[in-house]
Nanobody, 114 residues
Framework: QVQLVESGGGLVQPGGSLRLSCAAS????????MGWYREAPGKQRELVAQ???????NYADSVKGRFTISRDNAKKTVYLQMNSLKPEDTAVYYC????????WGQGTQVTVSS
């Protein structure tokens, strides 16, 4: 069993930055692939970025060059550094842990607006 708690969301102006954190507890963190997804109003949840247990990363085309995913296995935490934010990045961001089962956090709101 894995519990995930996201933090770091908020309101930011276009061009600004935020760093999201996802703290995991309850199981062996370093075997899981970790991901960040987002869900905007009226849209389906989509993958933003993913990092495997070996550190390989994958990004949605819309965030490449602006967002960076990283993980600290000792702290059981995954991060999403978001730079050059755009209004279209506005969404609820969810943390995901996947191995044989998939786990989700409760989500954190990111709003990009002037």
């Amino acid at each position: 069993q894995v519990q995930l708690v996201e933090s770091g969301g908020g309101l930011v102006q276009p061009g600004g930055s935020l760093r999201l954190s996802c703290a995991a507890s309850g199981s062996i963190f370093n075997i899981y692939a970790m991901g960040w997804y987002r869900e905007a109003p009226g849209k389906q949840r989509e993958l933003v970025a993913q990092i495997t247990n070996t550190g390989r990363t994958n990004y949605a085309d819309s965030v490449k060059g602006r967002f960076t995913i990283s993980r600290d296995n000792a702290k059981k935490t995954v991060y999403l550094q978001m730079n050059s934010l755009k209004p279209e990045d506005t969404a609820v961001y969810y943390c995901n842990a996947a191995y044989s089962t998939s786990y989700w956090g409760q989500g954190t709101q990111v709003t990009v607006s002037s």
